[in-house]
């Protein structure tokens, strides 16, 4: 693991629907972070692969930090067993502590929020806001029609060829520390800033 990194954020769906394979990789990435003695970031909550890789991670004797807005803390939702819990006003500051306390990214499958975050990560790397690795877990295939469309987006001229470097998709979980180390960074002449 890349000692240079000292905590990872993690972005997963929170719904408890679904398949094991992904609640697996969800408990072995966790495990994998706590283990290397690496804080956890995350959204803060106790349900789904949320959960499921903040309860790993402590199992492991990692730290684990929560950041959960105050209106889906309401739901009781959020994991009370945690090395901290922040309770914020708003989804954008939610993601802008998890960003500020992380240095680097790993995406686990989820649903539109996961998708959000993960473009929106892409998006500030894109514009330089950050330099952080970012790494997908594409369990069993999820991420591939994501996949796609990046790639239709480039075949259609909306986004450079070369931003593909801006994310290091990996199989498995067993994948990601190697891909967090040795992620690159994209190579755009600074004169087209990313267009």
Not at 121 to 146: A, C, E, F, N, S
Not at 152 to 172: K, N, S, T
Request: hydrophobic fraction near 45%.
């Amino acid at each position: 693991m890349d000692l240079s990194l000292r905590s990872v954020c993690v972005y997963c769906g929170s719904s408890n629907r679904v398949d094991a394979r992904f609640k697996a990789a969800a408990h072995d990435l966790g495990t994998l972070l706590g283990g290397a003695g690496l804080r956890l970031v995350y959204g803060g909550g106790r349900v789904g692969l949320m959960g499921i890789v903040a309860d790993a991670a402590l199992a492991a004797g990692g730290e684990v930090v929560g950041i959960i807005p105050e209106h889906i803390q309401t739901l009781e939702v959020d994991h009370t067993g945690l090395t901290e819990l922040h309770v914020v006003d708003s989804m954008h500051t939610r993601k802008r502590m998890m960003v500020e306390r992380s240095d680097g990214f790993v995406i686990l499958p989820g649903g539109l929020g996961t998708l959000d975050e993960l473009f929106e990560i892409l998006t500030w790397k894109q514009l330089r806001l950050h330099d952080k690795p970012v790494v997908v877990v594409d369990v069993d295939g999820y991420w591939r029609p994501m996949r796609a469309m990046l790639d239709h987006m480039i075949e259609a001229g909306f986004v450079r060829p070369e931003h593909r470097a801006l994310l290091r998709v990996v199989p498995d979980v067993a994948s990601v520390p190697a891909a967090l180390a040795s992620a690159p960074e994209p190579q755009v002449d600074p004169q087209t800033k990313w267009m």
